[in-house]
C-alpha cells in the first residue's frame, strides 16, 4: 500500500471514532513490513481520561496481533494543519518504532507534513535508559 492509500484510509477510519464528547474523530493507518494495514480511530468514554488516541488503537490492535516490525503510519483529522500526535502517542510510537520510521500526519485537504519518529519524538525516553536487568 502506498503513502497515498494509507492516507485515504487513515481519514476514512474516522467514520469509527466514537468522539460524543470531543465531536472531533482522528484516524490512523500503521503498515507493517509485511504489508498488513492496522487502523485505528480514536474512542472516548464519559470518565474522560480513558479516552484512547486512535494512533494507540492503531498500534495496540497491531502489537495484540502478534505484530512487531513497522514501516509506516499516518494520522488525520479535520484540522487546518496536518494533525500533531499527542505527547502520549508520540511516547507509544517511539516504543515500537524505528527512530527513521516516517509518520505522514495529514488533515481532510490531503495536506501532508512528514516527520521521522526521531523529529516527532527527540531525546526520547527509550528502553534502554531502564537499569540493563529491567530491559
Ligand atoms: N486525538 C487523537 O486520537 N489523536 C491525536 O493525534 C490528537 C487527539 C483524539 C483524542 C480525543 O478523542 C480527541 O482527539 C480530542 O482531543
Given at each position: 500500500m502506498q503513502k497515498e492509500q494509507l492516507i485515504e484510509?487513515?481519514?476514512?477510519?474516522?467514520?469509527?471514532?466514537?468522539?460524543?464528547y470531543s465531536k472531533f474523530p482522528v484516524g490512523a493507518a500503521l503498515r507493517t513490513k509485511s504489508g498488513s494495514v492496522y487502523l485505528g480511530?480514536?474512542?472516548?468514554?464519559?470518565?474522560?481520561?480513558?479516552?484512547?488516541?486512535?494512533?494507540?488503537?492503531?498500534i495496540f490492535?497491531?502489537?495484540?496481533?502478534?505484530?512487531?516490525?513497522?514501516?509506516?503510519m499516518a494520522v488525520a483529522a479535520d484540522t487546518k494543519r496536518p494533525v500533531p500526535?499527542?505527547?502520549?502517542?508520540?511516547?507509544?510510537?517511539?516504543?515500537?518504532?524505528?527512530?527513521d520510521m516516517l509518520i505522514h500526519t495529514t488533515n481532510i485537504d490531503r495536506l501532508v507534513k512528514t516527520f521521522t519518529?526521531?523529529?516527532?519524538?527527540?531525546?526520547?525516553?527509550?528502553?534502554t535508559d531502564l537499569p540493563a536487568d529491567e530491559q
Open positions: 484510509e487513515a481519514i476514512n477510519i474516522r467514520n469509527h471514532a466514537y468522539t460524543p480511530c480514536n474512542i472516548e468514554n464519559a470518565a474522560y481520561p480513558v479516552s484512547c488516541c486512535a494512533e494507540r488503537v492503531a490492535k497491531a502489537i495484540s496481533e502478534g505484530e512487531t516490525e513497522f514501516d509506516e500526535p499527542c505527547g502520549s502517542c508520540r511516547q507509544v510510537m517511539s516504543e515500537f518504532f524505528n527512530q519518529m526521531e523529529e516527532l519524538l527527540p531525546f526520547s525516553f527509550a528502553p
